[in-house]
């Protein structure tokens, strides 16, 4: 019986990541058809464990039901961002207080290490005059910035908060990936987002509550002000028609399913 469940489970997690998996890379395009029959066929499983990934991607807000059946890819838009932005603003301020008194040493400094990631990812981009981030840069970036607020999350030992961020971050991820106000460098973005990154961190160092939630909530508004700068930017630059979908290297999609796998097993120890 345990190996028959391990093998559902096994099934159902194959299913959700490739379903994820092509919906970041663009694969699957928005209002594209998620068909439980096909993907059965194609991993060689039943249809329940499909099923109950396509119902997991639907619960995560990245597939939403289809008129006469079925799901589709979620559109990403700018009102769904801002109020995930907002919701994950609210519960990871109060973490973050939470977590203040509770981070080890270890933990700081392993804060302190993600947030470098930023800077050298600037220094890199200068370096080559890029005005695009993309491949392993973009991994980096994508990573730490997961990688530093899950830790927090942690931390903080609300894991009710921790599982519903871990489901948000990933709508979040989708449709905030990449996205710069045009206002500014690609350099200057990301030094702006090492900073705010390297506040939390300090004032965590410091273990003042009070200060890393004000930092956490300067990073969050940022963040809003930023993405609707972005979307107005490829509003005009494509005639006002939806932007396009993003386009997340299958290797970064992995990496950060794993690290809210670990998460997931964390909520439930």
């Not at 099934?11 to 998620?34: E, K």
């Not at 979620?74 to 509770?102: G, H, M, N, T, Y």
């Not at 045009?182 to 973005?189: G, K, Q, R």
Request: aromatic share 6%.
């Amino acid at each position: 019986m345990a190996s028959k469940k391990g093998s559902a489970k096994s099934c159902r997690v194959s299913a959700y990541t490739t379903i994820r998996d092509r919906i970041m890379s663009g694969q699957l395009l928005p209002s594209g058809r998620v068909s439980d029959f096909k993907l059965a066929r194609e991993l060689k499983t039943s249809r329940t464990p499909v099923r109950e990934a396509i119902k997991q991607l639907h619960g995560e807000g990245l597939l939403e039901p289809r008129k006469g059946g079925g799901y589709i890819v979620k559109r990403p838009s700018v009102e769904d961002f801002a109020e995930l932005l907002q919701i994950r603003r609210l519960l990871e301020c109060f973490a973050v207080e939470q977590a203040a008194s509770r981070l080890t040493d270890e933990q700081i400094d392993q804060l302190a290490e993600y947030c470098k990631v930023f800077r050298d990812t600037a220094r890199a981009v200068r370096a080559a005059k890029l005005t695009v981030l993309d491949g392993e840069l973009a991994c980096r970036v994508e990573l730490a910035d997961a990688s530093f607020h899950l830790l927090i999350l942690r931390a903080a030992g609300n894991r009710r908060i921790l599982k519903v961020v871990s489901d948000l971050q990933i709508m979040t991820q989708y449709f905030g990936h990449r996205r710069y106000t045009p206002e500014w460098s690609l350099t200057t973005n990301l030094g702006i987002e090492y900073l705010q990154h390297a506040r939390v961190a300090r004032a965590l160092r410091k273990r003042d509550a009070v200060q890393a939630k004000r930092m956490m909530e300067s990073m969050f508004d940022s963040g809003e002000y930023v993405m609707k700068k972005h979307a107005k930017f490829l509003e005009h630059q494509h005639g006002g028609k939806s932007p396009p979908v993003p386009d997340w290297p299958a290797e970064l999609s992995r990496r950060i399913h794993g690290l809210e796998m670990e998460s997931e097993g964390y909520t439930r120890r």
